[in-house]
């Protein structure tokens, strides 16, 4: 199975919104609400932000929101930081029980 | 203090098999699925199995499907991923992570282990 379509990166500049989007099939973004968003800095281990779609875990900043519209999935960054800067990952289940990753995006901070 | 640690570092040659190991404590382990993901230097996520650590129940991807078997010891609160036949393609730093209450929920990640294939 193919990975998640994300864009390959995605730039803005500070305090400014983007929109990351990942985009699956019926097997799985567009079937069912278990899509998660990860952020991973250089050298570190990847960082859960979102889940089942639109929930953020407890800790992570109200400036990640999460949604889903058909067989695409989006995040969006407000007010957008320095610290922003880095890969986010989308993944989602699948109708095979499995789970499958986005090829990932790359957030440039202008 | 809930974490997941894991082995460290190999460095294997072509054909050998490489056996990462992922050590759960703060927690039920037998409450949650232990995932395994891979990441080649420069390149995005790989998802390549769940292990149900209270059944013992296995799911592997197609890509290494028949070269990766992933195991658990409940009394360790241990899991296991080995790949065998390595080739230069698996060069990577394997992750294990712990699926949270919703599928495709990692809220836990060990901090990684890079495999170096090469003869």
């Known amino acids: ?110 | 203090q809930v974490q997941l640690v894991q082995s460290g570092a190999e460095v294997k040659e072509p054909g050998a098999s490489v056996k990462v190991s992922c050590k759960a404590s703060g927690y039920t382990f037998t409450s949650y699925y232990i995932q395994w993901v891979r990441q080649a230097p420069g390149q995005s996520l790989e998802w390549m199995g769940w292990i149900d650590t209270d059944y013992g129940y296995t799911k592997y991807s197609e890509k290494v499907r028949g070269r990766v078997t992933i195991t658990r010891d409940t009394s360790a609160s241990e899991a296991y991923m080995e790949l065998r036949s390595l080739t230069s393609e698996d060069t990577a730093v394997f992750y294990c992570a712990r699926e949270g209450r919703s599928a495709s929920t990692f809220d836990l990640w060990g901090q990684g282990t890079m495999v170096i294939v090469s003869s």
């Open chain 1, 1 to 110: 199975q193919s990975a998640l379509t994300q864009p390959a990166s995605v730039s803005g500049s500070p305090g400014q919104s983007i929109t990351i989007s990942c985009t699956g099939t019926g097997r799985d973004v567009g079937n069912y609400n278990y899509v998660s968003w990860y952020q991973q800095h250089p050298g570190k281990a990847p960082q859960l932000i979102i889940h089942d779609v639109s929930r953020r875990p407890s800790g992570v900043s109200d400036r990640f929101s999460g949604s889903k519209s058909g067989s695409t999935a989006s995040l969006t960054i407000s007010g957008l930081q320095a610290e922003d800067e880095a890969d986010y990952y989308c993944n989602s289940y699948t109708s095979s029980n499995t789970r499958i990753f986005g090829g990932g995006t790359k957030v440039t901070v202008l």
